[in-house]
């Protein structure tokens, strides 16, 4: 029997305007997105729906402003007694899923993404990184490439997001000798990211202490349905190896790929993309035809999908 699995997506899928048909159409999204301005201290609404644009792309405001909409297109999907047999989220997308599944409240994940969102800027500051992504070469060359580039500067695989792109982080000088040698060797496409840092690299363990602390302070339980981890690629629903797996990831790569067979393993082919865009449809597309993704950002996306 074909299962469902719910994904929420990263840092790279926000928009100004988002959430806002969700806030005008959803009594329970509005009351959410409430809850989140008493909890942050600032109107987050202002800047969902009216930007700026580059107030928005700031990591400590994107990472609670995506986690905030995609609980906020949550609320559509419990209203309509949606059920799922696992979650998975890409990056930040982890802490929208576990929310999701109940391993923690709205509140403490919010708190808790503020705080990542904060120590990963800080340790951009402190140590200064770039990140890419590589499109249209194979995962062997490139990860051989990375070895050769790593004479030039930290650079490491950052996000496994399907067989053709991969993205690398790590210094200024390591990611520009890796994506020169990239381009040398047939990549289709390299793309320099706009970020703030060198995301899942060793160049994040300045970010590590605060986030175990942060982590430390919030009640975790297990989820409701099991977690497919970024970091192991399987399903687990124990609250403490939740707890350090969320910590390993920030210095960890995203196995997107990996986790996305693994959920069609366990026959999860039909799945909800819970949250601002459709980049988590456009990979799976890239992944594997056999999985299905619905976006679903405001209730009418609903219509018409079984219980």
């Given at each position: 029997m074909t299962r469902r699995i719910l994904l929420f997506p990263g840092q790279g899928s926000q928009y100004v305007g988002m959430g806002k048909k969700l806030a005008e159409s959803s009594a329970p999204a509005k009351a959410l997105l409430e809850k989140a301005n008493a909890v942050l201290g600032f109107d987050l609404g202002e800047i969902l729906f009216n930007g700026p644009e580059d107030r928005l792309t700031r990591t400590d405001i994107t990472q609670p402003a995506i986690f905030t909409v995609s609980m906020m297109a949550m609320e559509a999907v419990n209203q309509e007694g949606i059920g799922y047999d696992f979650v998975a989220g890409h990056s930040l997308g982890e802490y929208s899923a576990l929310c999701a599944a109940g391993a923690f409240s709205f509140e403490d994940g919010l708190a808790t993404v503020r705080l990542r969102g904060q120590l990963m800027a800080q340790a951009g500051d402190k140590s200064p990184g770039s990140m890419a992504a590589i499109l249209g070469l194979e995962t062997e060359k490139l990860e051989s490439i990375l070895k050769d580039a790593a004479q030039a500067g930290v650079v490491v695989a950052a996000n496994y997001n399907s067989p053709s792109q991969i993205v690398i982080s790590g210094s200024v000088a390591g990611v520009k000798a890796a994506a020169q040698l990239a381009e040398s060797a047939g990549a289709k496409k390299v793309v320099m990211l706009a970020v703030s840092g060198a995301f899942?690299?060793?160049?994040?363990?300045?970010?590590?202490?605060?986030?175990?602390?942060?982590?430390?302070?919030?009640?975790?339980?297990?989820?409701?349905?099991?977690?497919?981890?970024?970091?192991?690629?399987?399903?687990?629903?124990?609250?403490?190896?939740?707890?350090?797996?969320?910590l390993r990831q920030l210095t960890s790569p995203v196995r997107w790929v990996e986790s996305m067979r693994a959920a069609l393993g366990l026959d999860a082919k039909e799945a909800l993309?819970?949250?601002?865009?459709?980049?988590?449809?456009?990979?799976?597309?890239?992944?594997?035809r056999d999985m299905k993704v619905t976006p679903v950002e405001n209730p009418e996306d609903l219509k018409g999908k079984a219980v």
């Open positions: 899942h690299s060793p160049l994040m363990e300045f970010a590590v202490p605060g986030l175990k602390a942060g982590l430390a302070k919030i009640p975790i339980t297990a989820p409701k349905v099991p977690l497919i981890s970024n970091v192991e690629a399987k399903p687990v629903t124990d609250a403490e190896a939740i707890r350090a797996l969320l993309e819970v949250g601002p865009g459709k980049v988590l449809m456009g990979l799976a597309r890239g992944i594997s």
